[in-house]
């Protein structure tokens, strides 16, 4: 038995984490204040629990994952799509921040990332942040 509501996680099926650990360019939709949708093609990682986007902190999907956490991100490979559901967290802080955007940084350069010490102050300046999203629904389609 979960010890609180909070320890109950949606499981993606194996077809669904291996899509998602296949790709990595997604729609990201958001809420606008005016409840508009908003989307934003990203670069994402999944790490097989969450996927994670690091995104500059005075853009529109970031103030409005902040304000409302819910999600969708679209998965596209021609006709065949993966649809996910899920809430943002906001990380704007390290040493959580630095961590996630070591491990995006690697994915997608294939290479170390630049120390901690270097890392933080490129971040700070670019006012670089991170999503992570949990999903918490997803759905396979084409």
Known sequence: MPE???DLRFAL??????YLSDHTLAVLATGRADASPQVSTVMYDYDGEN???????YTAKWKNALRQPRVALCINEGRKQMIVY??????DSDPERVELTRRVFEKFSGQPSPPASDLIPMLDEQKRTVLRIRPERAFMGG
């Not at 996927?51 to 902190?57: F, T, V």
Request: proline share 5%; aromatic share 0%; net charge negative.
């Open 13 to 18: 099926s194996e077809e669904q984490s291996a």
């Open 51 to 57: 996927i994670l986007i690091s995104i500059k902190s």
């Open 4 to 6: 609180s509501p909070h």
């Open 86 to 91: 899920g809430q943002a967290e906001c990380i």
